[in-house]
């Protein structure tokens, strides 16, 4: 074994981290995670941490699941890999399709796989521009999307992105994608009542179709609840808007299920949730818990079909539909319906979330507290009545981040919006754990910042 020390030497010498300040990290030394089982994980130091994350949104089921290990065992010695081109399949990948079109909303019924969320959403720009052209209507290629979505890294995702610090680097987004503001009632300082704000926000996706013309817009892709972004739960009003908007100018909607697919919300899909009827939903994640990388687009029949009549899409991963990642990924999803899990969020772990978390709104550094499913935010603010923020330079966040992980959580920050997306397997009593230890990362936040006030 490699002691925890030369392991942050060798680290910090050569693994180029994503998402990572590299000056940060030489500094303070990289957290090694070694093990987890359940909700928790625990790092080289013996610090046993529950993780509010699900890792990145991605552990549905909850780690240490023996069963997919030996799902995963099982189909290594069978098949460990085979391609889907060129007229192949492979047991695995068949199953897998047939299982994701019964779970996916009506009239669901064909996925093409992909390796990760970002290469479903590479997928969806092509076969959305693809699907146009074989309607005969090739000038229809303009995808709209939101302000401050993450919808991955690769050059299309983060284009369809509307995080600007990652537009900076690389020159993007690529032509072709526009973006609107997105619901965030809290962020826009509370003036209109939050349907008000969700009206808003959807009537903004009408004014820039008509702005860019409705001859040229191919689709509107969101998450249902945007995630990565801060855990923005759109105004009941939002929604319903979208798409009378998408129904008027004929428009597909693609609904971004990489974080609320798989039992995030409650439901199945996100899209049930807000009783969507997607074109196409672009799936990772949840969809193997994260045991093995594995993605998709699940796409409706009536684009799959347009899509086969054009004969070969010239498009497909070497991965997609990796015979030990669809193991995994069917296996995953046996225990989400046997363990009945997304019901167990709706019914029990979402209600009780939802109470305990609110709770934190007392604290006098929280503006809100919101949850939706098994996802939640809080506000981190210097006033609570004004809303006003603390200077970015305090870096509040990543501070609270940093003492939740003091009293063992994971939270994220997301500026000065901390949230939680933990396993859907949670009790609730771990419920209480989260949110207590969430309290104490607040106290200790709110002490620190005593003299800056
Ligand atoms: N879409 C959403 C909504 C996401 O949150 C993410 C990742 O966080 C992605 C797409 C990209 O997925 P991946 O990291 O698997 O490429």
Redesign the pocket.
């Known amino acids: 074994e490699i002691e925890t020390s030369r392991l942050q030497q060798l680290d910090h010498a050569h693994f180029m981290h994503p998402f990572t300040d590299h000056n940060d990290l030489g500094a303070k030394g990289t957290r090694i995670i070694e093990r987890a089982d359940g909700v928790y994980i625990e790092d080289t130091a013996g610090q046993k941490i529950l993780d509010g994350m699900a890792g990145?949104?991605c552990v549905n089921v909850g780690y240490g699941r023996k069963s997919i290990a030996d799902a995963v065992y099982e189909q290594m010695q069978t098949l460990p890999f085979y391609n889907s081109f060129f007229q192949c399949t492979h047991p695995p990948a068949v199953e897998l399709a047939h299982e994701l079109a019964t779970l996916a909303p009506e009239g669901m019924n064909h996925v093409f796989f992909t390796g990760?969320?970002?290469?479903?959403?590479d997928t969806v720009l092509r076969m959305v521009r693809h699907y146009w052209a074989l309607k005969g209507q090739p000038e229809k290629q303009v995808m709209i999307t939101r302000e401050n979505?993450?919808?991955?890294?690769?050059v299309a995702?983060a284009s369809l992105?509307g995080m600007k610090p990652m537009h900076r680097q690389g020159g993007l987004p690529i032509p072709g994608i526009e973006h609107i503001a997105q619901p965030y009632w809290f962020g826009e300082g509370g003036a209109l009542s939050a349907d008000e704000l969700g009206l808003k926000a959807a009537q903004a996706l009408e004014a820039r179709i008509q702005a860019v013309g409705p001859d040229k817009v191919a689709a509107f892709m969101a998450?249902p609840v945007?995630?990565?972004g801060g855990v923005i739960i759109p105004p009941a009003s939002y929604w319903p808007e979208v798409k009378r908007i998408l129904a008027q100018y004929d428009i597909l909607l693609v609904v971004?299920?990489?974080?609320?697919g798989f039992g995030r919300t409650g439901e199945w899909f996100g899209c049930q949730y807000y009783d969507l009827t997607p074109d196409l939903m672009?799936i990772?994640?949840g969809m193997t818990s994260g045991y093995l990388?594995m993605?998709g687009v699940i796409v409706a029949d009536k684009v799959a079909e347009v899509l086969a009549a054009g004969g070969e899409f010239f498009h497909g991963y070497t991965y997609s539909g990796h015979p030990v990642a669809a193991a995994a990924a069917l296996e995953n999803l046996r225990i989400l319906k046997e363990e009945k899990i997304p019901e167990y969020v709706r019914d029990v772990a979402a209600p009780y979330l939802a109470q305990a978390w609110l709770t934190l709104a007392d604290h006098p550094l929280v503006g809100e507290a919101r949850s939706l499913g098994l996802m939640g935010a809080l506000e981190l603010v210097r006033h609570r009545e004004t809303r006003e923020r603390f200077a970015e330079s305090l870096k509040v966040g990543e501070r609270c981040r940093d003492y939740a992980v003091e009293a063992g959580l994971v939270m994220r920050a997301v500026g000065d919006t901390m949230i939680i997306a933990p396993p859907l397997v949670i009790t609730t009593e771990q419920i209480d754990e989260l949110v207590t230890k969430a309290r104490q990362a607040l106290d200790m936040t709110w002490e620190a910042l005593s003299s800056e006030r």
């Open positions: 990145l949104w990760s969320g970002s290469e479903s959403n979505a993450y919808h991955g890294s690769t995702a992105g998450e945007q995630g990565a971004d299920e990489v974080i609320c672009p990772a994640k990388p993605g």
